[in-house]
């Protein structure tokens, strides 16, 4: 399971409009199938965060179903408050938990781009998918902040308008979570969205083959021209 198969069930939502219920719907058991045990962990650690985040995660395990995106949701938001006051992230954050080892690659490769350390690398990542997950029917979170389906358009080709993470308020998000200036979150976010465009585009891409041309066909065609143009002289 790779990150690209839930940014295609994602887009499949988008395009379905369906507000499918959770027991019906493949990002629930996809999600489920991937986190297994993390929510169990994730628990069983959870007073490493500070305590007003602490209550808050509790109140949100209650109203969300285990195994589910809300499941995956709520381990973005520790890993996204965790550069909050910390040095670190909580211990059942670390690389060997499953929605970390989706992101890792991401987060390895902004930090290189960016020039900036792996722990805010790996809060931005986690931003930016979990702006983009809440914009799915069983995320319960709020999806109201921009459009999706214009910034999915937007992903597919490639080409970002830049002036939606000043708009959507991203990048002030950004820059009060990781100490950023507002100018290095502006492009560190635009890296981090051209890496799932990247996805993005790859999901979108056409299944249907080019029609080939033969190499008989095409000399066929090279010897009648040839052979058109001689005069046979006696």
Known sequence: MSMEDILKVLVNSRQQQGNASQSAD???SLIGSLLGGAQTQGQSHAPVAPPSY????QQMQQQQQTGGLGSMMG???MVMGSNQGNTGMPSSLGTNNP????L???VEK???????PPQIAMVVVSFVAYKMLS?????GRDSNSFDLDALLGQMSTGKIDKNIYQTSGMVNEISRSTGLDEATAAKTLDAAFGMFGKQIQKVNAPTTAKPRVTPGARGLRSTGARGSAKVKRG
Not at 110 to 116: E, R, S, T, V, Y
């Open 75 to 77: 381990l973005l938001e």
């Open 54 to 57: 602490y209550q808050q995660q």
């Open 26 to 28: 493949p990002m629930t």
């Open 135 to 139: 914009h799915h029917p069983t995320s």
């Open 104 to 106: 890792q690659p991401y």
């Open 110 to 116: 902004l930090a290189k781009k960016m020039n900036i």
């Open 99 to 102: 929605v970390m080892a989706l």
